[in-house]
């Protein structure tokens, strides 16, 4: 299963307003496990960045003028997200905006149906308590001293640990194959967050117990 953990950053809050996107960051997550693929880009919004939005991310007109626009990447990101659930915190508002410069540009728009909020997930989860970005790593102990500024490509990276803990897929166990030579190789790239419980072999359990009588035979009893 794949998934893509996405964010983006704005001139300001409100598309009625006509704020635009500054930044989007999207990460592929395989089986819930980050791959190699990501999608970074920053945009000219065509307009001004606001005091406030400025004060978040960092991001001044300058520096914006100078990227590229949403039309120009707007095939890229969506043949990134193409047949790929959407994972992102807060998704009305990430949405809104993705929906609006896809409108302006005569794009179809993304179907919400294709989103998972973790805003809600952590609503329902944590009922009452805060549950921001930031909150959210420090509930689940996760490293977010990076995150001075806002920044669509890092958000991403530590939304996508925290999605893990929100849907409690936080326990690694390891997929295991066997050479001819009965030598077993661990497959990196197979590793899946899951509770599955593996047993030990008939083998191993034999081993174990011949371990146990030669380390404490006068207090072992088989």
Not at 98 to 122: C, F, H, M, P, Q
Not at 139 to 167: M, W
Not at 175 to 183: A, D, M, P, V
Not at 195 to 203: A, G, L, R
Request: proline share 2%; hydrophobic share 30%; aromatic share 8%.
């Amino acid at each position: 299963m794949k998934e893509v953990v996405l964010d983006t950053e704005t001139t300001g809050l409100e598309v009625k307003d006509g704020h635009r996107i500054v930044e989007i960051g999207c990460i592929e997550l395989e089986n819930q496990i980050p791959t190699s693929k990501k999608f970074h880009c920053y945009l000219n919004p065509e307009r001004k960045v606001s005091e406030k939005a400025l004060e978040i991310h960092g991001y001044n007109d300058d520096f914006l003028s100078a990227q590229k626009k949403f039309l120009d990447v707007c095939d890229d990101f969506l043949n990134f997200i193409k047949d790929k659930k959407l994972i992102i915190h807060n998704a009305e508002f990430d949405i809104g905006h993705l929906n609006n410069e896809l409108s302006l540009i005569g794009r179809k728009k993304i179907d919400k149906k294709n989103v998972i909020d973790t805003l809600y997930l952590a609503r329902e989860k944590f009922p009452g308590s805060q549950i921001n970005l930031d909150a959210l790593c420090k509930r689940f102990q996760i490293d977010n001293s990076r995150r001075t500024k806002h920044n669509a490509l890092v958000d991403c990276e530590l939304l996508s640990k925290v999605y893990i803990n929100l849907i409690d897929q936080k326990e690694p166990t390891l997929n295991f194959k066997s050479s001819e030579k009965e030598k077993t190789d661990i497959d990196l790239n197979n590793i899946i967050y899951c509770k599955k419980i593996v047993y030990p072999t008939k083998e191993e359990s034999k081993n174990h117990k011949e371990y146990l009588k030669s380390k404490f035979n006068k207090n072992f009893f088989s």
